[in-house]
């Protein structure tokens, strides 16, 4: 049977399906050319991250594909409902990508508190004819631990950032309309656990309380942070959105920070990817990613086998 990881596979998902009899091909086919790719190969597996988008035109067009694969959490490029009633399988990775999410969070987060994303920019511009003024701009700094983040969205990826956040010194509160309570275990490197039981509260409380936040929410309608919500929030907050472009009104957010009311954030994600408001990327207050919240060695790597593992158990 043929594989074809359209946005390509980690070695050691390649390797371990190879091991079991598939053919992987990581060609990357252009959208349009990719219902005659699938069918004049005879593929039975197509693996996709965020770049393919696999509608109801392409399913109907390629009666041989068995399943259809998504490297990573969120399958809003997939016709995940229709797939399925038409026999086809639809899987993913919810789980391996979580760490790297939260990891990437507090990156940012760390950052901002230091107002690193601005001292990596203007050190090399100015750090020699200006380092004093430099030190005071820069000088007013906050520290995590003791502080109190609100995570909205505590699934797989929220409860991962709230570990991080644990293990850092601060305290949590969640938000999911979902979850009622979750069991967080940390595992230290001598072989040492913690548990922590968190208990979620309202959105309202959540937003209220946070020094810091973070999102974590599928994308949906209607944004989960706008101007209400910015209103209800402690002024200085700082704030990252990892999760989809669009669950922040990103015209709110610079209104915000305008205001004094955010006092800086990270974004991951966009609302208009891949090309983001200008005014986004040239604001100062603003610490940038290009969407790389899942992107580390150890997570595609995870993904890969992931998927092999879900491949060969459903085809044998």
Do not use: W
């Amino acid at each position: 049977m043929k594989v074809l990881a359209n946005d390509g596979i980690s070695k050691s998902g390649i390797e371990a399906l190879e091991k079991a009899g598939y053919e992987v091909s990581t060609t990357t086919v252009a959208q349009e050319q990719l219902i005659n790719y699938i069918n004049e190969n005879d593929i039975s597996v197509l693996l996709v991250r965020s770049a393919t988008t696999v509608r109801k035109d392409l399913i109907d067009a390629c009666p041989n594909l068995k399943i259809i694969g998504r490297g990573g959490v969120g399958m809003d490029n997939i016709d995940v409902e229709y797939a399925r009633e038409q026999g086809k399988h639809v899987i993913n990775t919810p789980a391996a990508s979580s760490h790297s999410v939260a990891e990437l969070v507090f990156g940012h987060l760390y950052g901002l508190a230091r107002f690193l994303h601005n001292a990596n920019r203007e050190m090399p511009l100015e750090g020699d004819s200006n380092f004093k003024g430099l030190k005071k701009a820069y000088a007013k700094g906050t520290e995590l631990k003791g502080k109190t983040l609100g995570v909205l969205g505590f699934g797989r990826i929220g409860q991962a950032t709230a570990k991080v956040a644990l293990g850092a010194g601060m305290k949590v509160v969640a938000f999911d309309p979902f979850i009622e309570k979750a069991n967080l275990e940390l595992d230290f490197f001598d072989g040492q656990k913690v548990n922590f039981e968190i208990e979620t509260i309202s959105k309202e409380d959540v937003l209220k309380q946070a020094d810091f936040l973070t999102l974590h929410v599928p994308a949906q309608k209607d944004y989960v942070i706008d101007e209400t919500e910015f209103n209800m929030m402690k002024d200085g907050v700082i704030l990252a959105n990892a999760a989809r472009g669009g669950v922040v009104n990103e015209i709110a957010l610079v209104k915000a920070i305008e205001s004094g009311k955010v006092a800086r954030a990270a974004l991951d994600v966009f609302e208009k990817e891949p090309k983001p408001e200008v005014q986004l990327l040239m604001n100062p207050a603003l610490s940038l990613t290009p969407h790389t919240g899942a992107a580390t060695n150890e997570a595609q790597d995870r993904i890969g086998t992931e998927l092999a593992s879900q491949i060969i158990s459903i085809l044998g």
